[in-house]
């Protein structure tokens, strides 16, 4: 089947997917601590506190996310034959802790994804 699925460039979009549900996600699981970092001003609103920092991380990371996955999608554009196996062990890793430190999670999602990163 080649690197695509069904002929389709779907590595980048598919990071992008996640991305948007990962993101949406910190937006609906996280709305009342992000009432607070509204209510705050949201210039340094964080401070010191670990839940907001955690929420804001959280967001930040779907964000970096989508932009790694329309990366990738370009590339899929330009070269349809484009690979990173560095890529895809770096994801790989990610993966790896990700469901190590919460099983229960999303990290998941990218398995596929690293997978065809590499071939």
Do not use: K, N, Y
Not at 17 to 30: K, N, P, Q, R, S
Not at 41 to 48: A, L, N, Q, T
Not at 55 to 75: H, I, K, N, R, T
């Amino acid at each position: 089947m080649g690197l695509a699925m069904g002929g389709r460039r779907w590595r980048g979009r598919a990071l992008c997917a996640i991305a948007g549900v990962h993101t949406l996600v910190a937006g609906v699981e996280f709305a009342p601590v992000w009432r607070e970092l509204w209510a705050a001003g949201v210039v340094d609103s964080v401070g010191r506190d670990p839940l907001r920092g955690a929420v804001a991380w959280f967001f930040l990371f779907g964000v970096l996310l989508a932009l790694l996955g329309l990366a990738v999608d370009e590339l899929e554009r330009q070269t349809p034959a484009w690979h990173s196996p560095t890529l895809a062990v770096g994801l790989l890793v990610l993966v790896l802790i990700g469901v190590t430190l919460m099983p229960a999670s999303g990290f998941w999602l990218a398995l596929p994804v690293a997978w065809r990163l590499w071939r």
